[in-house]
């Protein structure tokens, strides 16, 4: 056992530590910040690869608020991404240019970096920064038992293995799965599904961590998530990978009483699944490294307090890994640690309705293990996908709101509201029907647009019409028409019976072939209440030209699209000629009809309708 204070003193009560993780040293730090002198006790960090690799938003935020010098650790996440049976889908986060004034003052983000971090440099880097403060005493040891008080529900004492024992006035349990505080105390664990069995390991480039592979791949800045099922696989399980800069962290979650195969069995079987999706994970990263393996449950407990003690990050909680919220527990505790011990039911109160949160998760994200991933429907995916973005806004929410604003700038609810409706506009999913090996190529293929992670963030002024919008009738006549305002059959007395619609390099014919494209643009389920609000209508030579904006609701929430433009010849006072861009109509249709060979069917197809409806001469 070492001291690294000389003025400990036996018979002194002080907060007390036990585990010396990222969540021990997190709670460590944030007493030292607050001039409170402290035990810290546990085991340094070693070299083995440790779970917690990407953080969820909160996690984001907190890591990089109390660790600002270490962040050379930290890589950036720009989506997180989902093999699920005959689709990919992709969970994005679109950066603002800008919030709303009063987010900054109130502490809101208005805009948040994903992360994924490297753990073993990481906790590697944190223990001696944190131990070197001088409001810290770390003794290197492990407890054994505690001096606690049923009746009073406190912790007079915790002793440790090398027969010391340490006085508390509070105890913060940071010994993630061993739950020491709570075994100790009888809290009721409260377990959540069956046990999981996890392997995985770290991958590198030509066996040196330090060296990146030559060209980095297109997967690189995101979380990957795979289902393997038994109809394609030789296991059923969850897999992942998390690429760290010069490696990659690979894994996978099954079920133990299923598979018995050698944890380098299982992680040769996520190797061949990832491959087959479009990612080769061994042709960039070559060399394995010792597989990890792990037995582990979820759970939560009855409470995550009592009058002196808090069981901190994974000591209470722990709910299925694509949440990604295993660090943020921790280091949402960290962040309330100092008020913890200025009112220590009021503050530990905070935390617990931050877990239950946390734990609610765990039920919407069952269905990734559950159910098998081929016959789920795209309703079905957009439903539960939309769950999981909704829940963590919600969580976000909670997070923010643990910083209280001054009385001058406390709103009540609204701004709060606000926040987590941007915050859900701001994180889109997109969902690619492909065959396995062409997923990768549709959730990574560069797209040539701006990247919101390392370009300047785009700004989407929302369009209103203005007053008094001057063009011809006949226009304006199709904007409504567009808009769900007026009926198709308008169109007769707004288009000629020849009118031509070029869309990009595709051209449909006619009055009937128009009112197809309508229907199909107004069918679509992507978007409700959907509307083209004109912004400005202006001659250009013989054309008009209409500048305006999509608007409608994306679930409960409002959306738009980039400001576009649409062209329009006139014959008399009717239409005789429009043209438009596919891109500008994706907001209400999807990217689907983005490729050519996909669009060429579509207009295939809104031909023979038109046909169809075309009467007789």
């Known amino acids: 056992m070492a001291v690294n204070q000389p003025s400990f003193q036996a018979n002194t009560a002080y907060p007390v530590i036990l585990g010396a993780g990222l969540t021990g040293v997190a709670i460590s730090g944030a007493l030292s910040a607050a001039g409170i002198t402290h035990v810290l006790v546990g085991d340094p960090p070693s070299q083995t690869p440790r779970l917690g690799e990407s953080l969820n938003t909160e996690g984001s935020l907190e890591i990089a608020r109390q660790f600002p010098a270490l962040m050379n650790f930290c890589f950036p996440k720009k989506q997180q991404a989902l093999f699920f049976g005959g689709n990919a889908i992709s969970f994005d986060s679109i950066q603002y240019a800008q919030g709303h004034a009063y987010y900054r003052l109130l502490g809101y983000p208005a805009t948040v970096q994903l992360l994924h971090v490297d753990r073993v440099g990481f906790d590697t880097a944190a223990f001696p920064a944190a131990i070197a403060d001088p409001h810290c005493m770390f003794l290197e040891d492990r407890a054994v038992s505690l001096d606690y008080d049923p009746p009073s529900d406190w912790i007079r004492g915790v002793l440790l293995a090398s027969g010391k024992s340490v006085l508390s006035s509070y105890v913060f349990d940071a010994t993630n799965h061993a739950r020491f505080v709570a ?84 992680l040769d079987w996520v190797e061949k699944a990832f491959a087959r999706r479009g990612m080769d ?67 530990a109160q905070v935390y617990q309705l931050y877990i239950d949160e946390v734990a609610a998760i765990h039920a919407g994200l069952e269905w990734l293990v559950r159910d098998d991933p081929w016959p789920v429907t795209l309703q079905q995916l957009q439903q539960r996908t939309q769950a999981m973005v909704s829940g963590n806004v919600l969580r976000l929410g909670d997070y923010v709101a643990l910083r209280n604003p001054p009385d001058e700038l406390a709103f009540g609810d609204a701004a709060l509201r606000l926040f987590e409706r941007d915050r859900r506009l701001a994180s889109p999913v997109r969902i690619a029907t492909a065959l396995p090996q062409s997923q990768a190529t549709r959730l990574f293929a560069a797209t040539g647009q701006p990247d919101p992670w390392t370009d300047a963030p785009i700004a989407v002024p929302v369009v209103t019409r203005p007053d008094g919008l001057r063009g011809p009738m006949a226009i304006l006549g199709l904007v409504d028409i567009l808009s769900g305002r007026l009926g198709t ?101 999807g990217d689907e009809i983005l490729p050519q060979v996909a669009f060429a069917v579509v207009v295939g197809r809104l031909a023979a309708a038109g046909a169809r409806q075309t009467p007789p001469q």
Not at 201 to 220: K, T
Not at 230 to 241: E, F, N
Not at 328 to 342: I, M, N
Not at 494 to 520: H, P, R, Y
């Open 183 to 266: 075994r100790q105390v009888g809290v009721r664990c409260k377990l959540i599904g069956k046990p999981r069995r996890v392997a995985f390991a770290h991958y590198s480039a030509l066996g040196d961590r330090a060296a990146a592979p030559a060209q980095q791949p297109n997967w690189i800045h995101a979380t990957s998530l795979l289902r393997l099922d038994l109809t394609k696989d030789p296991v059923d399980g969850l897999a992942w990978t998390i690429p760290l800069g010069s490696y990659v962290s690979v894994g996978i979650s099954v079920d133990p009483r299923n598979t018995g195969a050698a944890a380098g069995g299982l």
């Open 281 to 347: 994970v061994r042709r960039d990263f070559p060399t394995r490294g010792t597989p990890v393996d792990l037995r582990y449950e979820h759970y939560n407990h009855e409470r995550c307090y009592g009058q002196n003690w808090l069981l901190a990050g994974m000591s209470c909680c722990q709910v299925w890994f694509p949440s990604a919220a295993g660090v943020a527990t921790g280091l949402v505790a960290a962040r309330l640690a100092a008020d913890v011990l200025k009112a220590p039911v009021r503050a």
């Open 489 to 589: 059959e308008a169109s007769a007395g707004l288009v000629t019976a020849d009118v031509k619609v070029e869309i990009d390099q595709f051209q449909l014919t006619g009055a009937a072939q128009w009112n197809s494209w309508v229907t199909f643009l107004r069918g679509a389920a992507r978007v409700n209440e959907l509307e083209l609000v004109p912004a400005a209508l202006e001659a250009s030579g013989a054309e008009w030209v209409l500048t305006a904006q999509w608007q409608g609701l994306m679930g409960a929430e409002g959306a738009v699209s980039p400001q576009l433009t649409m062209n329009f010849q006139m014959s008399g006072d009717k239409v005789s000629e429009i043209r438009m861009q596919r891109a500008d109509c994706t907001f209400a249709v």
